[in-house]
């Protein structure tokens, strides 16, 4: 009974820190688009000038 407790538990940690992760690397990845996103309404707002 310890042992499937031990295991169980382990994987409730696993499986909320690869949560974490995806949603880290979801929001790097958003972040990354908004920056391309600005740089591109900067280069057509001094082309268009």
Do not use: P
């Not at 974490?20 to 391309?36: F, K, L, M």
Request: charged letters at 20%; hydrophobic letters at 45%.
């Amino acid at each position: 009974m310890k042992t499937l407790f031990a295991l169980l538990t382990a994987l409730g940690a696993l499986s909320v820190a690869a949560c974490n992760t995806v949603e880290g690397a979801g929001r790097d990845i958003s972040a990354g688009g908004e920056a391309v996103s600005d740089t591109a309404r900067d280069v057509e707002t001094e082309i268009s000038q």
